[in-house]
């Protein structure tokens, strides 16, 4: 079982949003960065999107890897586009930047290897949704940090479209002490210029069934080495 190191929690600026979402991290396995990226910023990266997908540049996600890899709308309904590994446009640039500068802090915290992370946009078509699964595919543990970028502006909680992340089992569970003990799943409204993190391997999670287009950017990040060898 991968174990996640308990982070330093001392010298914390309680002004510091990322100060916030390193300690929920670490108690609940999930946390919140309410404003990431300015409403510019969002602006330019639903530009983008809206581009890519009007030049057909969006490709329906599947589930799997390999031999079992399938498209299954019924699971997940999503389109999606990966940045470009070498040439990401400006746009992603500068949020692939601010990524970097949250990723190097959970690095730090946790003392885990977070050297490789992969981006794409997101688009859940109405009705659409991801039911409950992890990141990881089976038998693999590589992706670590699951993190998400909302995009949706005037999003309200009759929309659906959360973020569902459910509680931990077993000994997975034992590693997130304090997620709220009454509740079975929290759900995260996908609000514009939001993100969502949470620690790839013990938290399952779901996007609820939307009833608008949903826009994100989701980035997992960790190391080729595997996790069954990191220092944890
Ligand atoms: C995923 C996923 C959650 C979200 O893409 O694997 O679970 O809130 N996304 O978009
Ligand atoms: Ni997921």
Same mark, same amino acid.
């Given at each position: 079982?991968?174990?996640?190191?308990?982070?330093?929690?001392?010298?914390?600026?309680?002004?510091?949003?990322?100060?916030?979402?390193?300690?929920?991290?670490?108690?609940?396995?999930?946390?919140?960065?309410?404003?990431?990226?300015?409403?510019?910023? #969002?602006?330019?990266?639903?530009?983008e999107?809206?581009?890519?997908?009007?030049?057909? +540049?969006?490709?329906? &996600?599947?589930?799997?890897?390999?031999?079992?890899?399938?498209?299954?709308?019924?699971?997940?309904?999503?389109?999606?586009?990966?940045f470009h590994?070498?040439f990401p446009s400006p746009v992603q640039k500068k949020? =692939?930047? +601010?990524?970097?500068?949250?990723?190097?802090?959970?690095?730090?915290?946790?003392?885990?290897?977070?050297?490789?992370?992969?981006?794409?946009?997101?688009?859940?078509?109405?009705?659409?949704?991801?039911?409950?699964?992890?990141?990881?595919?089976?038998?693999?543990?590589?992706?670590?940090?699951?993190?998400?970028?909302?995009?949706?502006?005037?999003?309200?909680?009759?929309?659906?479209?959360?973020?569902? =992340?459910?509680?931990?089992?077993?000994?997975?569970?034992?590693?997130?002490?304090?997620?709220?003990?009454?509740?079975?799943?929290?759900? =995260?409204?996908?609000?514009?210029?939001?993100? &969502?993190?949470?620690?790839?391997?013990?938290?399952?999670? &779901?996007?609820?069934?939307?009833?608008?287009?949903?826009?994100?950017? #989701?980035?997992?990040?960790?190391?080729?080495?595997? &996790?069954?060898?990191?220092?944890?």
């Amino acid at each position: 079982m991968l174990k996640i190191k308990n982070g330093d929690s001392r010298n914390y600026d309680p002004e510091d949003p990322t100060g916030d979402l390193l300690r929920s991290l670490e108690r609940r396995g999930y946390g919140i960065y309410p404003d990431f990226v300015d409403p510019t910023t #969002v602006d330019e990266l639903l530009f983008e999107i809206f581009t890519l997908y009007s030049k057909d +540049e969006f490709q329906q &996600a599947g589930v799997g890897v390999g031999r079992d890899y399938m498209v299954l709308p019924e699971v997940r309904s999503d389109r999606i586009h990966w940045f470009h590994r070498e040439f990401p446009s400006p746009v992603q640039k500068k949020v =692939i930047n +601010e990524f970097q500068v949250l990723k190097d802090r959970i690095r730090d915290h946790f003392r885990i290897p977070l050297s490789e992370s992969e981006y794409f946009y997101a688009a859940y078509p109405p009705g659409g949704g991801y039911r409950k699964h992890y990141d990881n595919f089976k038998g693999d543990s590589r992706r670590l940090i699951t993190s998400v970028l909302y995009l949706n502006k005037g999003w309200t909680e009759s929309m659906g479209g959360a973020l569902r =992340i459910f509680r931990p089992v077993g000994e997975d569970l034992a590693q997130v002490p304090d997620f709220p003990r009454e509740k079975e799943f929290l759900d =995260i409204l996908p609000l514009a210029g939001r993100l &969502a993190v949470f620690l790839t391997p013990l938290m399952p999670h &779901a996007v609820v069934e939307s009833r608008d287009w949903r826009y994100s950017i #989701v980035s997992w990040s960790g190391s080729s080495r595997g &996790a069954e060898r990191l220092p944890l």
